[in-house]
């Protein structure tokens, strides 16, 4: 991924000093990944504490899983903001942080997911996710960053689980348009 800088280190070669041992590279790959992770994170769980503490959690599981990684299948990266959602979603559903799901129905919350944001360089701007209609992007929201089954996804935004594939469809093909743009 261009724009992520590893301080002179290609992703091949501080992925096998990881799998060495060496936990300088995992100083380098914190200081390359930290910034992003911590988007995804701070959208499933809101405390910002809490939050860091799961970005904790995510930088130990990639480097005591580091062994399991496989440059074949994903980037380091895209595989790093899997076991970060992954963690942060566990985190909520097993109450170890406040359930963020009351935050669906705070104005307050709203309006401040309702800022747009996209990831260019590592860096989060204000840009495409909330061109959405606020149902499609609710729907998204629900099911990739609350770890919500369709059924439960369905049920919060009050529709049948047919509706919420359509409105799903809807979104995707926005989201789709708007990238090509």
């Not at 705070?106 to 360089?121: A, E, F, G, I, Y």
């Not at 369905?154 to 594939?165: H, I």
């Given at each position: ?11 091949q ?5 990881l ?13 390359a990944?930290a910034?992003?992770?911590?988007g995804?994170i701070?959208r499933?769980?809101?405390d ?5 503490q ?30 970060a ?12 942080y406040?359930n963020?799901?009351d935050s669906l129905n ?16 590592g ?10 209609a ?12 609350k770890g ?18 359509t409105?799903l ?13």
């Open positions: 991924m261009s724009g992520i800088d590893f301080e002179g280190e290609t992703e070669s501080l992925v096998a000093a799998r060495e041992g060496r936990q300088e590279m995992l100083g380098k790959l914190y200081d990944y910034q992003v992770m911590m995804i701070s499933i769980v809101h910002t504490e809490l939050a860091e799961v970005l904790q959690e995510t930088f130990v599981a990639i480097w005591s899983r580091i062994g399991v990684y496989d440059a074949s299948k994903e980037r380091l990266l895209t595989w790093g903001l899997s076991i959602r992954g963690i942060a979603l566990e985190a909520v559903k097993s109450q170890r406040p963020t799901s705070n104005p307050s919350t709203l309006s401040q997911q309702n800022k747009k944001v996209n990831l260019h360089n860096q989060v701007k204000k840009q495409d996710l909330c061109t959405l606020p149902k499609d992007r609710m729907a998204l929201e629900l099911l990739y960053l919500y089954t369709c059924e439960e996804a369905a049920g919060k935004l009050d529709m049948t689980v047919e509706e919420l594939k409105v469809k809807r979104a995707f093909k926005h989201l789709k348009a708007e990238r090509a743009a």
